[in-house]
């Protein structure tokens, strides 16, 4: 599919390639997410580190809580790492076929 221009009847634009940024930038906004997530959880666990210590006894619960969140800090951490692995392959292997395009570029630049 391809849609013209209003300024320029003599110019196409490809919306293929704009579907394949689209993806690359929902990936992009998916990994900020985690990121997101990761800042919390890390407040978190410094506001339970805070408690605990400031406690004389601190309670069980705290202790949970705290324990509850390193695995999910660490899967998170291992998802954003393993998710932008993917993306820098992908940008060497376009690397590898002498593709120098702008999308290329731009992924280049976000990772």
Same mark, same amino acid.
């Given at each position: 599919p391809q849609? =013209?221009?209003?300024?320029d009847e003599d110019e196409v634009v490809t919306v293929d390639r704009d579907h394949f940024m689209d993806e690359f930038f929902e990936q992009v906004e998916e +990994? *900020?997410?985690?990121i %997101?997530?990761?800042s919390e959880d890390v407040e978190q666990v410094k506001k339970q580190h805070s408690a605990i210590l400031a406690a004389p006894n601190p309670d069980e619960k705290t202790k949970q809580?705290?324990?509850d969140l390193t695995p999910d +800090? =660490?899967?998170t951490a $291992? =998802?954003?790492s393993s998710k932008l692995k993917a993306i820098e392959q992908s940008i %060497?292997?376009?690397e590898g076929l $002498? *593709?120098?395009s702008a999308d290329l570029r731009i992924r280049k630049t976000q990772v």
């Open positions: 849609a =013209k221009d209003s300024d +990994i *900020r997410g985690c %997101e997530k990761l809580d705290l324990e +800090i =660490k899967k $291992n =998802k954003v %060497e292997q376009e $002498n *593709r120098s």
